[in-house]
Each structure stands twice: as structure tokens, then as C-alpha cells.
């Protein structure tokens, strides 16, 4: 199995461009997760869909974030404007079990 | 609502040396806790995990964690350390049918020469 897959792993923007953020979850896994980790705040969850539906979105920091799930093997988090405060790693797991799950080498996003 | 405490932001140890990075949990219900380990600019990778059963957990690389209930702890050992177990190590928890994992601070791990 691939693992998840995140992309892009880097991208540089300046302040108040749209970011979009994609993900592709581990086939057969029903869960997604969207993290967001710094320094300041250590590891953050953003959102996370069970069956391709937002269960519980209260980590989203602002109406600016929005995370979408169109199909079982597609998720993206989009940040528009971004700010230089969104400047974070931003993860991607998904998970079959309650048990475990699987997260993807993340995506570093630069904000200036 | 659940919490993860790890205590010791920064752990040095020899290589050789016994690891033992601590994590206290609180939880309102019967918790599942995670260790998982971050290499630098990777994802976050599993080591092992506690649901129900036995309390001590071997994981990989040679890891284990106990699970002590009654001084709400889960904290993570390994006999000797290796240099590449140097990494960012957080302990996590998450209760009863909850999806939502509660991550720790995470503890840094530098295995000296």
C-alpha cells in the first residue's frame, strides 16, 4: 500500500493567495483527519470525515479554512486568503479502526 | 474530554542507555492511548497502542509502554537506545468510540554518542 499521500509536501505563498492542500487517503480507510502542527500549538485537529462527511469541524480556526471531501479517495484543505500565521505543517491520516491512524509526510506550508 | 500531559519536553539519553519518556493521561471514559514517533520532516508513525487487555504493550523498535490505570499513566520505555531512535516522540489518547485523537506535547529524543 502507498500509505497516504499528501501534496504538494512544500509550498511557499504570500499572504492573502488561495492554498489548496490535497490528500489521498489509504484505500478502504473510512476516516480522514486534517492536522496542523507548530511550534507554538504542537499537533491540531482541524476536521475529520467518516464516509466522505464532516463529522466535527470545530478545530477549523476561521471561516477562511474549508476542507472537502468529494469522494473516498480525495480530500483538500483550502485557506483563502492565507495569512502568514497559517504558516504550519499540515497533516493528512485516515484510519479504518477506532484503533490507529495512519498519517501522511504532511505538507509545509509558508505564508509571507 | 480527554488530555495528554508528556512530561519533559527535551530527553537526552546515551546510547545504550535505558529511554523512558512519561506520559500521564486524563480521560472521563475507558481510554485507548497511542505512542507515535516523528522522524524529522515526516508524518507521524505508530508504535504501539493500548485498547483493552493486557497492560504492558510491546510496539516496534524494541518499544513497550505500560498501562497503569490507577496513576493514569502510559509511559513509553526501551531497554537501549539506538541512535536512530532519535526523533520526536508524542503520546496520544483518545476515549471509548471517539475518532478524535488528544496529542501531547510532544518529547524530543536525542540519543548522544
Known amino acids: 500500500d502507498a500509505g497516504v499521500i499528501q501534496s504538494p509536501r512544500h509550498e511557499v505563498t504570500e499572504m492573502g493567495q488561495e492554498v489548496t492542500l490535497r490528500c489521498k487517503p489509504i484505500?478502504?480507510?473510512?476516516?480522514l483527519f486534517w492536522y496542523r502542527q507548530t511550534m507554538m500549538r504542537g499537533l491540531e485537529l482541524l476536521i475529520y470525515?467518516?464516509?466522505?462527511?464532516?463529522?466535527?469541524d470545530s478545530g477549523m480556526p476561521e471561516d477562511r479554512f474549508s476542507a472537502k471531501m468529494p469522494n473516498a479517495s480525495f480530500s483538500t484543505l483550502k485557506i483563502q486568503p492565507s495569512e502568514p500565521r497559517d504558516s504550519a505543517v499540515y497533516f493528512c491520516?485516515?484510519?479504518?479502526?477506532?484503533?490507529?491512524?495512519?498519517f501522511g509526510p504532511g505538507t509545509r506550508l509558508t505564508v509571507t | 474530554a480527554q488530555s495528554v500531559t508528556q512530561l519533559g519536553s527535551h530527553v537526552s539519553v546515551s546510547e545504550g542507555a535505558l529511554v523512558l519518556l512519561r506520559c500521564n493521561y486524563s480521560?472521563?471514559?475507558?481510554?485507548?492511548l497511542f505512542w507515535y514517533v516523528q522522524y524529522p520532516n515526516q508524518g507521524l508513525q505508530l508504535l504501539l497502542k493500548?485498547?483493552?487487555?493486557?497492560?504492558l504493550v510491546k510496539g516496534i523498535n524494541g518499544f513497550e509502554a505500560e498501562f497503569k490505570k490507577s496513576e493514569t499513566s502510559f509511559h513509553l520505555t526501551k531497554p537501549s537506545a539506538h541512535m536512530s531512535d532519535a526523533a520526536e516522540y508524542f503520546c496520544?489518547?483518545?476515549?471509548?468510540?471517539?475518532?478524535?485523537?488528544?496529542f501531547g506535547s510532544g518529547t524530543q529524543l536525542t540519543v548522544l554518542p
Open positions: 491520516a485516515s484510519s479504518k479502526t477506532v484503533y490507529e491512524q495512519y
Open positions: 484505500s478502504g480507510h473510512d476516516y
Open positions: 470525515f467518516n464516509n466522505n462527511v464532516p463529522i466535527d
Open positions: 480521560s472521563s471514559v475507558p481510554p485507548y
Open positions: 493500548y485498547t483493552t487487555g493486557a497492560t
Open positions: 496520544a489518547v483518545s476515549g471509548g468510540s471517539a475518532r478524535q485523537l488528544t
